[in-house]
């Protein structure tokens, strides 16, 4: 603590501002742009695999090896991959086995998309 | 929006309970005022980062809840002993089953374990606080604000009223309008925070500050349940976080996460809340199974039996924990196979949980019990949790399940297992480690008539909701005047008084004995029997825990330590020691945020952004926050030392 107080962290700064634009980006992409759904969604992956990145090497030490005895980060890292594939692919399974409604064709999913707004009026 | 309309009127019981919140609050305020104790509550309890401390707060809280919980629940009981009585109208009872469940999970069962966890675990393993005391007092004060702004919901604003379980497009924008819904969402996102740190700290302070010497699997098993405990709220707790910041933008913003139109999938909801809401029951179940794990082995006076079978028990229970949730919903529809699937990785869970109920049995097998009220409890626990376990596997049979689902079945075998384990283990923790906490036990023979009233009480009221179920009567009913349910209803709202009179004698006691205890003289308070560090404090705990941490190598080290004549006082190798300063900021750090928090459930935005600048601007002054505490001096430890032990 004692160390670090006259440095400027600098890393940290730029982090946070590459945070907030690529948020604001992604926000405006979803909200305000008229791209293509399919390019929408591209962007925003892209977009969520950067910004995990900066968290990552900005602010999460994944760059330090081993703390005491292990590597920590990675460690941890590797628990958080389970977890979030026993989310996305146990939704999946549940969420999708046995329903008969048509999600199958995706051809015709962006129009159906749209269609549906219209007659909501939402 | 004026005063009138923001008020719930209409009902004479909430004019009541208006009534007497305001003569309470006045109360409060007068006798603060009255006897100067505003300083002292600033200085002792608001701004306190000690680990005990922030463990009572919790326990009062906790106890707090259990009233409300348990008023709601007498209110219930007694519209369905009576349901021609017009007690409660539909809405009025849709309210209550509502706050009643959201409260005695979240509000009143996980702070009840904290804060037993926040006395007793850094006592556990020779630690002198928290890994971040700072970090701590923000989690109370987040469980906190989150607790009040919830409980506030039945007069300001109308409670939220689509169960605890808020599923979707029930509890969407469309058809649960106003800010009810948005009670439950930001009561549980602001006090979900509190917990997830509460899951991260407690898991470093296990891992990082053990007393030298002490391996993982030297643990006390109290501890142990702890840290699998905090592995489950890091994995689960960031899903209900999503999940419910999902809703709210829903609700608040129009979005079509959960709605029915637009695409959206309100079943998701159920998916996601149920991915959270399994873990969850394994959050307020493993720590207890630990506590029952402390008492039986103090009050057998033996090494608990199957040590490491019982940690890797609930290291297994805690994997498949996250491996079971779909059978929260076996009649939503999905297909056999995922159905089938659920089903037998529910009915495994139900192995590692009967290798527990074996080891328990295998360490009183020819012991000398001695039936203290802690004991009392624990011994209550197991015949009682087995019938919860067991209408458990039954359920977890998909098949059958869609008899059972939503039926009183369903609510019987949850009070099997949220009562006889969470709610016994809370009492027996409170009762077993009181002494430490208080420097006097609780009365036992008061104790006595509490543990009868309640577990009576408790079998009285819901092993008949087990026909209930079986008879036809679904949950969430108000009105039940159907011939063949009404006996057995009657009696179950016999047994629910009876547990209430119980409860009722629990308070009392805690009076009693303040006034008429015996304090306690050694720190050893259950006639010497302690077996684990926290029994070799003085008591009552001076507020840097151990003046000297001793060196650990063994399971119980306390029962060797006494053999040989060591203390936690090792007067030659007393060094200063370094304490955290006590602060006023995370308890203003989230009023602020609680205040964001009631902007948001009236979709007053400006109000919102008020109080989440407020926030920000206290997250920023932490960041710049160099007090890195102070030193105890060797003189002052020495004299406290010598004073508590009577050297
Ligand atoms: C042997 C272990 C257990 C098994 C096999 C089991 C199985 C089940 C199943 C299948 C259900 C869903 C029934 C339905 O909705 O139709 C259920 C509900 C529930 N269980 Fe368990 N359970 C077990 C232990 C526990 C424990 C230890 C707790 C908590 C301490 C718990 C708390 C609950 C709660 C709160 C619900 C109802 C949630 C709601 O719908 O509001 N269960 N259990
Ligand atoms: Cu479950």
């Known amino acids: 603590m004692a160390n670090s107080k006259k440095r400027i962290p600098t890393n940290h700064i730029v982090g946070f501002l590459l945070s907030l634009v690529m948020t604001i980006v992604a926000a405006w992409a979803a909200l305000q742009s008229d791209l293509p759904v399919m390019w929408i969604i591209i962007g925003i992956m892209a977009l969520a695999v950067l910004q995990a990145g900066v968290q990552l090497f900005m602010f999460m030490h994944v760059t330090e090896s081993a703390s005491g005895n292990g590597h920590v980060p990675w460690n941890m890292m590797f628990h958080g991959f389970a977890l979030a594939a026993i989310v996305v692919a146990g939704s999946l399974f549940t969420m999708s086995f046995g329903f008969s409604h048509d999600h199958g064709d995706n051809g015709g999913n962006e129009q159906h998309h749209e269609q549906h707004q219209e007659e909501s009026g939402y | 929006m004026n005063i009138k309309a923001l008020l719930v009127d209409g009902d004479p019981l909430i004019y009541g309970a208006m009534v007497s919140i305001g003569l309470v609050t006045v109360a409060i305020l007068f006798l603060l005022t009255y006897f100067k104790k505003w300083g002292w509550l600033w200085r002792e309890w608001l701004t306190t980062v000690d680990h005990k401390k922030i463990g009572i707060m919790y326990i009062l809280s906790a106890l707090v809840m259990l009233f409300r919980g348990g008023m709601d629940a007498?209110?219930?009981?007694?519209?369905?002993?009576?349901?021609?009585?017009?007690?409660?109208?539909?809405?009025?009872?849709?309210?209550?089953?509502?706050?009643?469940?959201?409260?005695?999970?979240?509000?009143?069962?996980m702070p009840f374990l904290i804060g037993l966890m926040n006395i007793i675990v850094p006592l556990q393993i020779g630690a002198r606080d928290f890994a971040f005391p700072y970090l701590n007092a923000l989690s109370f004060w987040a469980f906190f604000m989150g607790a009040m702004l919830f409980n506030i919901s039945f007069v300001i604003g109308g409670s939220p009223d689509a169960g605890w379980t808020s599923y979707t497009p029930l509890s969407g924008a469309a058809m649960s309008p106003g800010p009810g819904q948005n009670f439950y969402l930001m009561g549980l996102q602001l006090s979900g925070i509190g917990t997830l740190a509460t899951g991260i700290n407690l898991m470093v302070t296990i891992l990082k500050m053990r007393a030298p010497g002490m391996k993982l699997f030297h643990m006390p098993i109290f501890?142990?349940?702890?840290?699998?405990?905090?592995?489950?709220?890091?994995?689960?707790?960031?899903?209900?976080?999503?999940?419910?910041?999902?809703?709210?933008?829903?609700?608040?913003?129009?979005?079509?996460?959960?709605?029915?139109?637009?695409?959206?999938?309100?079943?998701?909801?159920a998916n996601l809340f149920w991915m959270w809401g399994h873990p969850e029951v394994y959050i307020v179940i493993l720590p207890a199974f630990g506590i029952f794990s402390e008492v039986i082995a103090t009050f057998a006076k033996k090494r608990l039996f199957g040590y490491s079978a019982m940690?890797?028990?609930?290291?297994?229970?805690?994997?498949?924990?996250?491996?079971?949730?779909?059978?929260?919903?076996?009649?939503?529809?999905?297909g056999a196979f995922v159905n089938s699937v659920f089903s037998v990785s529910t009915m495994?869970?139900?192995?590692?949980?009967?290798?527990?109920?074996?080891?328990?049995?295998?360490?009183?097998?020819?012991?000398?019990?001695?039936?203290s009220v802690a004991m009392l409890w624990a011994l209550a626990f197991i015949p009682s949790f087995i019938l919860g376990g067991v209408t458990g596997v039954m359920l977890g049979m998909a098949a059958a399940d869609f008899q059972f689902h939503n039926s009183y079945f369903l609510i019987a075998h949850f009070h099997y297992v949220l009562i006889a384990g969470t709610v016994f283990a809370c009492f027996a923790g409170l009762v077993y480690w009181y002494p430490k906490m208080f420097g006097h036990k609780m009365n036992e023979r008061i104790g006595k008539w509490a543990?009868?009233?309640?577990?009576?009480?408790?079998?009285?009221?819901?092993?008949?909701?087990?026909?209930?179920?079986?008879?036809?009567?679904?949950?969430?009913?108000?009105?039940?005047?159907?011939?063949?349910?009404?006996?057995?209803?009657?009696?179950?709202?016999?047994?629910?008084?009876?547990?209430?009179?119980?409860?009722?004698?629990f308070v009392y006691n805690v009076y009693y004995s303040y006034r008429h205890s015996e304090r306690e003289t050694t720190g050893d308070s259950w006639n010497g029997n302690g077996r684990t560090l926290e029994w070799a404090t003085t008591t009552p705990v001076p507020y840097y825990n151990f003046a000297t941490v001793p060196h650990v190598d063994e399971i119980d080290p306390y029962v060797r330590m006494k053999k040989e004549g060591k203390t936690t006082f090792d007067e030659p190798n007393v060094k200063p020691i370094h304490m955290p300063s006590y602060t006023g900021r995370p308890f203003i750090m989230m009023a602020f945020l609680g205040l964001a928090s009631f902007g948001l459930v009236f979709e007053w935005i400006?109000?919102?952004?008020?109080?989440?600048?407020?926030?920000?601007?206290?997250?920023?002054?932490?960041?710049?926050?160099y007090d890195e505490g102070y030193y105890v001096s060797v003189e002052e430890i020495k004299r406290t030392e010598r004073k508590a032990r009577g050297l």
């Open chain 2, 451 to 505: 543990f009868w009233f309640f577990v009576i009480g408790f079998h009285v009221c819901f092993f008949p909701q087990y026909f209930l179920g079986l008879d036809g009567m679904p949950r969430r009913l108000f009105i039940t005047n159907v011939v063949e349910w009404l006996p057995l209803n009657v009696i179950s709202t016999v047994g629910a008084f009876g547990m209430g009179i119980g409860f009722a004698i």
């Open chain 2, 223 to 269: 501890t142990w349940s702890t840290l699998v405990t905090s592995f489950i709220i890091v994995f689960a707790f960031p899903i209900l976080t999503i999940a419910l910041a999902l809703l709210t933008i829903d609700r608040i913003f129009g979005s079509q996460f959960f709605t029915l139109t637009g695409e959206g999938l309100p079943m998701m909801w």
């Open chain 2, 348 to 371: 495994l869970i139900a192995v590692p949980t009967g290798v527990k109920i074996f080891n328990w049995l295998a360490t009183l097998y020819k012991s000398k019990i001695e039936f």
């Open chain 2, 606 to 625: 400006w109000l919102a952004i008020v109080g989440l600048i407020g926030g920000i601007i206290f997250m920023i002054l932490r960041t710049y926050d």
């Open chain 2, 311 to 334: 940690v890797w028990s609930m290291i297994i229970i805690a994997l498949l924990s996250f491996l079971v949730w779909v059978h929260h919903f076996f009649t939503m529809g999905a």
């Open chain 2, 74 to 109: 007498m209110m219930m009981r007694v519209q369905l002993a009576f349901p021609d009585l017009g007690f409660l109208d539909s809405q009025h009872y849709n309210e209550i089953f509502t706050t009643h469940g959201t409260i005695m999970i979240i509000f009143m069962a």
